[in-house]
């Protein structure tokens, strides 16, 4: 298995988990630690000028570009500009030279202001020709350029600012102390402009397509691990583009044959000793996540799903660290009321527990409902989550 990073705007390949030193300044909070930090491990230059790094240790500020060598989070520090940097203390890197504007390519600099106007109007119409005459580049100079600076396509950059956007506006609107939007309110809002187009977009990015779901998974390589946790033994199955199932069982030999029956016709094989680092990264973070010192799980994920099923899934994401809703509630964030019963066969059918917390939805009455690997785990994961929350 050979995870991929992705580019640093797209949170759904994010790796990072939150491993945040205590130490770190509220600048960090300010400045979004998590984005920052993911743009530094991908020396994301279509970043610089936005914000500046700071390494503790050497005593020295860069640009998220910088090529050398990432130091580790713990001794990182985020400003906003070099005057932040330099007030702690720090003197600027040879390398990369954060006070120098004169050696950011030019047309570099068009690409990153093309990105932050992309960011502003995700929700419009913007066509290959509009973002061409906007940075002064042909449409064929645009796309190597933009490939080259940012690591994807112009539309691809678009896609994942949309899908941003969607998951904002699921879990809160994009201005704070907003109320949620519905799902299909989303859709149009955050620019697809139909479900076809962001399951199209889902489908491509985060999960299986729906070619490879009709098939059982064929032509998908599948590797496995165990482990031990909190909740008793855990198989996580992974394929190059993410997680594609985490479930707890008994033992090693049902759980093998609960990933083939769900993935019938994929090429499943024990995962390498000693496993790949992104895969010991998210294993990692799951036991964070279970021991109450994670709340936010954010995993890249490659899964098995229907159009319906995803769009239950994507809300399941935006319900909060520590809350519950009932299946009524999330049929109705759906935009579908009447699908209550559809909804709980929806968490029924999840592969991929915690990642997506189907644990999180109750019956109207309070009680449990269902959870496919038992009631007992259900009440364990909401009475942790709602300590965890209660304590902070």
């Not at 705007?9 to 998590?34: C, P, S």
């Not at 202001?113 to 119409?125: G, H, M, S, T, V």
């Not at 580049?137 to 600012?161: E, I, M, N, T, W």
């Amino acid at each position: 298995m050979s995870p991929k990073r992705g580019f640093a705007y797209f949170e759904g390949m994010d790796m990072t988990n939150n491993a945040v030193a205590l130490q770190n300044r509220d600048m960090d909070a300010e400045l979004d630690a998590e984005r920052c930090w993911e743009a530094v491990l991908d020396r994301d230059a279509a970043r610089d000028g936005e914000f500046y790094y700071g390494v503790m240790t050497t005593g020295v500020y860069c640009r998220p570009g910088c090529p050398a060598r990432t130091a580790k989070r713990a001794n990182v520090r985020f400003y906003r500009t070099p005057a932040e940097a330099e007030r702690d203390g720090l003197r600027p890197c040879r390398r990369c030279r954060p006070l120098d504007a004169n050696g950011m390519d030019p047309s570099r600099e068009r690409i990153i202001a093309l990105c932050r106007y992309i960011e502003r109007n995700a929700d419009a119409a913007l066509t290959l020709p509009d973002l061409s005459r906007r940075a002064g580049l042909s449409p064929y100079h645009l796309q190597r350029k933009f490939k080259a600076v940012v690591g994807a396509s112009p539309k691809q950059f678009l896609d994942v600012c949309r899908l941003e956007n969607f998951k904002s506006l699921l879990r809160g609107g994009k201005g704070r102390g907003q109320a949620p939007t519905d799902i299909t309110g989303a859709i149009f809002e955050a620019g697809f402009g139909s479900l076809s187009r962001l399951y199209e977009r889902v489908g491509t990015e985060l999960g299986m397509t729906p070619m490879e779901y009709r098939a059982g998974g064929l032509g998908v390589e599948i590797t496995y691990g165990t482990a031990r946790t909190a909740l008793g033994l855990m198989m996580v199955g992974a394929t190059d583009r993410g997680l594609c199932f985490l479930e707890f069982g008994e033992s090693e030999l049902q759980l093998r044959d609960a990933l083939r029956a769900e993935y019938p016709a994929a090429r499943v094989e024990r995962m390498p000793d000693p496993a790949p680092e992104p895969f010991r990264q998210w294993m990692e973070a799951l036991n964070r996540h279970l021991e109450g010192n994670q709340p936010d799980l954010r995993l890249p994920l490659h899964i098995r799903a229907t159009a319906f099923q995803m769009k239950v899934w994507l809300y399941l994401q935006s319900i909060p660290y520590g809350a519950v809703k009932s299946y009524e509630e999330v049929a109705h964030g759906i935009g579908q009321p009447a699908a209550a019963r559809a909804v709980a066969r929806a968490c029924a059918s999840n592969s991929v527990a915690l990642a997506i917390p189907c644990h999180r939805v109750i019956r109207a009455t309070g009680e449990l409902g269902g959870y496919r690997w038992g009631l007992e785990r259900k009440r364990v994961l909401i009475d942790q989550e709602r300590r965890v929350t209660s304590a902070r």
